[in-house]
């Protein structure tokens, strides 16, 4: 490999950059799938890059990174070498479903031990199924860089058909003209705030028994990547702040229910009486929202009506109603999150001295799940209950 040997010139540092380089030769520009077709001379650039690599290894005195990168392709390339090279075809027979759902976790994770928790089964029983997916494949699948474990470029290029697949086979499986919410068995995980989870899955979570006693949910705190968890189907739906709904073409979007803003303050408050003013808004101390290092709806409205607040604490909507208590603390929050804890947490709702838009939740789900009856049913009870709640809310009264 003239190239290659040519590249050797130089200072160490560039030849312990040749180590990473060698092993993109074997991995990248010869991929395994292709092994079969290719063997010979995939052989001859391994036993070049092998015996460049172990001639500089021999020349120079790498650092502990160059010596964990030369251990890796050296790893490889004893990988590479057991390795079947046979042109026979697969066997159906062999392929057990199950791989392709330990597959699919094992991408998913990039770990043994978080895919086999994932699944729900021991560490050495996903580890005999990587064995196993290993030998199917012909491929390592995953391999150990420093601490961490990275695909192979044959698992990389296998993750969307592998998601493709389940997808398809769990819509067969599970494909219904109807659903009877009295006697189908179903779960569903939903990703909601804290805040959406008092709107929405409490009142849904009392009606279950009476309507669909074998309808389970597991309810999952808001994180930032549920958009791709959407997609990866590992989650059914969501119920986020309309503003942050994002677009796409695979993913569909309605709102769930619309809240106002109420000023919320502690009952013996010594400075707010039955009302208050925009002036005495901005001069007392004011707990400012902020979910997800975000600010608020209310945040934006306030900066929009230029308002001034003399902010002394920030926190989000779930945490402010437990910090005002006690305090000379004023702020906005939700009226149905303030209805639903007002009485436990010692709070006084007032009507805010100012007008605010309203903030909208959003249920998004992906647009394979649209026309699935049982995930229609659950977004129409969702949205019933929600605007039922806030529709039977009293507004917050003038005074405590």
């Known amino acids: 490999m003239p190239e290659m040997g040519d590249r050797t010139e130089g200072c160490g540092h560039r030849r312990l950059l040749l180590f990473s380089d060698a092993e993109q030769v074997v991995r990248v520009a010869f991929p395994l799938q292709d092994a079969r077709q290719t063997h010979s001379s995939i052989q001859t650039i391994d036993s070049d890059a092998f015996g460049l690599m172990t001639s500089i290894r021999a020349r120079s005195r790498p650092s502990s990174r160059g010596s964990r990168l030369l251990s890796a392709c050296l790893q490889h390339r004893r990988e590479f070498r057991s390795m079947p090279t046979t042109n026979a075809p697969l ?116 009606q279950l028994p009476a309507e669909a006693p074998n309808v389970r949910l597991r309810i999952q705190p808001f994180a930032e990547e549920y958009a791709e968890q959407l997609t990866r189907h590992q989650i059914d739906l969501v119920i986020v702040p309309r503003e942050l709904v994002p677009s796409g073409p695979d993913l569909c979007s309605e709102a769930a229910y619309t809240d106002r803003y109420v000023l919320a303050v502690d009952q013996e408050h010594p400075d707010v009486g039955e009302s208050i003013s925009v002036e005495q808004f901005s001069e007392l101390p004011y707990l400012a929202t902020s979910p997800d290092r975000r600010p608020s709806l209310a945040e934006l409205n306030l900066d929009l009506l230029g308002i001034p607040r003399h902010v002394e604490v920030t926190t989000s909507f779930e945490l402010a109603p437990f910090l005002i208590r006690g305090t000379r603390l004023i702020t906005l929050i939700p009226e149905t999150l303030g209805r639903r804890i007002a009485p436990a947490t010692g709070l006084r709702l007032l009507e805010p001295p100012m007008e605010l838009q309203p903030g909208t939740e959003t249920m998004v789900w992906t647009k394979r799940m649209d026309d699935d009856p049982g995930h229609a049913w659950l977004r129409q009870r969702m949205r019933h209950f929600a605007n039922a709640y806030i529709r039977d809310t009293p507004p917050a009264p003038a005074a405590g």
């Open 91 to 206: 066997d159906l027979n062999r392929v057990d479903l199950n791989l392709l759902v330990a597959f699919d976790a094992l991408m998913a994770e990039r770990s043994v031990t978080a895919a086999a928790a994932r699944l729900a089964v021991g560490q050495s029983a996903m580890s005999s199924t990587l064995a196993r997916l290993r030998k199917l494949l012909n491929d390592p699948i995953l391999v150990r860089q420093g601490r961490t474990m990275v695909a192979t470029p044959v698992a990389e290029s296998l993750v969307q058909p592998v998601q493709k697949t389940l997808t398809d086979i769990k819509s067969l499986l599970s494909q219904r003209d109807s659903f009877d919410p009295a006697t189908d068995h179903r779960t569903y995980s939903v990703m909601a705030s804290s805040y959406a989870a008092v709107a929405v899955l409490h009142p849904l979570l009392v």
